[in-house]
């Protein structure tokens, strides 16, 4: 019997740098990532307006904003700042 470990690690980059405009007061983080069927994504930072656990959330306050992604079908994470 041969037993295999799925360790693969999920491929993220965070992008950046990312600019917020007087006109506009927010803008779109949108990196990198690795997609899958059960990626969870969580985005920490001083100012997330919508889509905090997307891959694509809004900001509207300068900061840096980190990312971390979980595949549950292997338990293994990965991390990025932007």
């Known amino acids: 019997v041969v037993v295999e470990v799925d ?3 999920p491929v993220l980059d965070a992008g950046g740098p ?5 006109y ?5 983080l ?11 994504y969580s985005w920490t930072g001083p100012g997330i307006a919508t889509g905090g656990t997307t ?3 809004t900001v509207n ?3 840096s904003y980190t990312i971390v992604v979980t595949d549950f079908t292997n338990g293994c ?4 700042v932007a």
């Open 61 to 63: 306050q300068p900061g």
């Open 24 to 28: 506009t007061g927010q803008t779109v």
């Open 7 to 9: 360790a693969s690690v």
């Open 77 to 80: 994470t990965a991390t990025d």
């Open 55 to 57: 891959l694509v959330p």
């Open 18 to 22: 990312y600019g917020l405009s007087c």
């Open 30 to 40: 949108d990196g990198v990532f690795t997609t899958c069927n059960q990626c969870v």
